[in-house]
């Protein structure tokens, strides 16, 4: 099967092909049943290809497959090459996996579009899929690069998919409690989907100069070239690519200071989030920088710069998600905070930990966009949890998964989220005890503001009876997904089991010929007590975060009104996302329009045009200064003949 790993990108490509052209034509079946079908069958190819790959010895687990050359252009050469390893393959089942099911979701979802913009829409899913394949199966840095553009790309169709919508400013809502709720303006999806693509074209720009300065230093962009030349680079010059790398990485899986696009991301429709946040696009930047280990481990420096970025990251994500009010944006920071602690585990050589919290992530963080879409559905796309409650008895099936997903989110024991997290606290305790702690106070806000969606949402009382009345169990299509994610969710930690458990932890042994080969892992350890001691710990904050948030919602729901009213300014705060938008508003935004309009009215218009213009009314006023000489009398004709004639005479006298 490894010979025929192309047919991985293929499938989904021929999914695109069939529904962009066809669908529209031959039905929503048609589409429906090649647009989930491609990504399950890429699925199991590459079950079927991880199970050979595992069948060769370890130290030959590394297949590559030569499809044609590319690029030859005098000494650069760039075949199109796909690579089958370990890590390449770990990540095709979880892009095509998750993937599977969201398509699944989606038939469901979608039901409401006419058949043109279902085929449209299953088009660039299945687009979304093949781009983000190509990237993880690539073999050297240009085609990965095509790929991370290509879902760049995707993103911003799927994101502004709705783009007929428009802002629309919300009535005001009364809740039971007569008290009245301000609805913030519905999102543009056609400016976020402008929005994620101009921040992200910030970070590509910083991934294609790291691109061009690997080339210009080792002469080649093949993984396996360039990471053997490695050593042998100066170290500034590593340090250089990997920063610029990790720029582009910051865009892709939104960290700061590029992290503002995600959340507006939310205008898409529910299966784009689910997909977006999951299997593709953020995690791209955390598997670029677990691929490019090699560069990291030889310029500690920027290994440090990405944890520090992903810790601070992940603590101000966390922090604005415990006062959002629409449901999907908490979770959308949540994915942000999520991904910080990716680059904390990458950062600090554990990339082992990135790539199993990066797939545990893919099943509860898919569990719960489709969830928080299975709400929409049933409340007419009501979104706003402050007119939500009491749906665990409308909507039980949904709730039980939401609660699921809630629980591997914050990190409550033996869920897959506790054992991948604490892995990661681990090797940032054995990094630095201030990373740790950091993490941990990430790890509390994430267990509080979890709660507190799924409390206020789901527990309690109705706080809009008509909105209750209407809502309703979604259909079996959409809640099939629902319930294998949450059996992921729950059994998805015996993957990667802490080593004090004293047994195999399959997610580190399988990954090992990647990360093992050039012997550069770093390997520090820890007493098996200390190891108890921050695994009782881990468990110890979750469990803190989930009795906080059901004191707050549940049992004294008078607090959380009280703590803002006493706390505004540091509410204030968080509610207007730490100002960051407003800044890159005023200082970007703002100050560029401006420098356009004076461009514009000034250079443009006053210069270039004044040139152009005045140059051509010259030649209009000396073309008409000269049709007076040419009125049609004979005599003037001659006589400008005359002084012609003279003129030349007295030249050639006289020179």
């Known amino acids: ?22 669908g529209r034509h031959l039905g929503r079946a048609f589409v429906s049943v090649v647009g989930v079908g491609v990504v399950g069958a890429a699925f199991a190819l590459g079950a079927w290809a991880m199970t050979d790959l595992a069948a060769l010895p370890e130290a030959q687990r590394t297949f590559t497959l030569p499809l044609w050359d590319w690029i030859t252009v005098g000494n650069l050469q760039v075949p199109l090459t796909l690579r089958a390893d370990a890590l390449s393959l770990w990540m095709v089942l979880v892009v095509s996996g998750v993937g599977f099911l969201i398509h699944l979701y989606s038939v469901g979802y979608m039901q409401h579009e006419d058949a043109r913009m279902f085929a449209r829409f299953f088009a660039y899913l299945n687009l979304f899929v093949a781009s983000m394949l190509l990237l993880v199966l690539a073999d050297n ?101 990997t920063l610029l790398l990790f720029m582009g990485a910051v865009g892709k899986s939104a960290q700061l200071p590029l992290a503002v696009w995600l959340p507006d991301a939310m205008a898409g429709p529910t299966p784009v989030s689910a997909l977006i946040h999951a299997a593709t696009m953020v995690t791209a930047g955390v598997y670029m920088v677990a691929r490019s280990h090699v560069l990291y481990e030889l310029a500690p420096g920027s290994a440090l710069v990405v944890a520090l970025v992903g810790g601070v990251t992940a603590l101000y994500a966390a922090a604005i998600a415990l006062v959002q009010v629409d449901l999907k944006r908490i979770l959308a920071y949540s994915t942000i905070s999520q991904l910080g602690y990716m680059f904390v585990a990458v950062g600090v050589g554990a990339y082992a930990a990135g790539l199993f919290h990066l797939t545990t992530h893919a099943f509860f963080k898919a569990l719960l966009f489709l969830a928080a879409g299975s709400v929409m559905h049933a409340l007419h796309d009501v979104i706003d949890i402050r007119r939500m409650g009491g749906l665990w008895r409308k909507m039980p099936l949904t709730g039980l998964t939401f609660l699921v997903g809630a629980l591997a989110l914050a990190g409550f024991p033996l869920t897959s989220g506790f054992f991948s997290k604490d892995e990661i606290l681990l090797k940032a305790f054995q990094f630095s005890p201030g990373l740790w702690v950091l993490g941990l ?35 079996g299509i959409m809640t099939l997904p629902l319930v294998v994610l949450a059996m992921a969710a729950l059994l998805g930690g015996l993957l990667g089991l802490p080593a004090v458990l004293g047994v195999p932890n399959w997610t580190a042994d399988w990954l090992a010929p990647v990360f093992d080969t050039h012997g550069l892992e770093a390997k520090h350890g820890v007493s098996a007590a200390t190891e108890w001691l921050l695994l009782g710990v881990s468990a110890a904050v979750a469990l803190a975060g989930i009795a906080l948030a059901y004191w707050f919602y549940v049992s004294r729901v008078d607090i959380p009104a009280r703590l803002a009213v006493a706390l505004r300014p540091a509410f204030v705060f968080l509610a207007n996302k730490c100002y960051l938008d407003d800044l890159y508003d005023a200082v970007l935004v703002r100050s560029g329009r401006q420098l356009a309009q004076l461009l514009a009215q000034g250079l443009d218009k006053a210069a270039i045009d004044g040139i152009i213009d005045g140059t051509a009314r010259l030649l209009a006023r000396g073309g008409a200064w000269l049709t007076q000489f040419e009125d049609g009398h004979i005599p003037h004709y001659a006589l400008g003949m005359f002084v012609g004639a003279l003129l030349l005479v007295v030249y050639l006298v006289v020179r």
């Open 141 to 241: 840095y240009l085609l990965l690069y095509v790929g991370w553009e290509l879902v760049g790309a995707c993103s911003y169709l799927l994101i502004g998919f709705w783009f007929h919508k428009r802002d629309e400013a919300q009535a005001p809502v009364t809740l039971m409690d007569g008290t009245q709720v301000t609805l913030p303006p519905n999102l543009n999806p056609a400016d976020s989907g402008k929005k994620a693509f101009i921040v992200n074209r910030i970070g590509d720009f910083g991934f294609a100069l790291g691109v061009f300065l690997i080339w210009s230093t080792f002469g080649t962009l093949n993984f396996d070239a360039v990471f053997a030349a490695a050593p042998q680079a100066p170290a500034t010059v590593l340090s250089a690519i």
């Open 1 to 22: 099967m490894l010979d025929s790993i192309w047919l991985v990108i293929a499938l989904p490509v021929a999914g695109v092909l069939l529904n962009g052209l066809l």
């Open 441 to 475: 106070a990430t790890a509390l806000l994430t267990a509080f503001y979890t709660f507190r969606a799924l409390f206020v949402a789901f527990a309690g009382q109705p706080r809009d009876w008509p909105l209750y009345e209407k809502a309703h169990e979604s259909p």
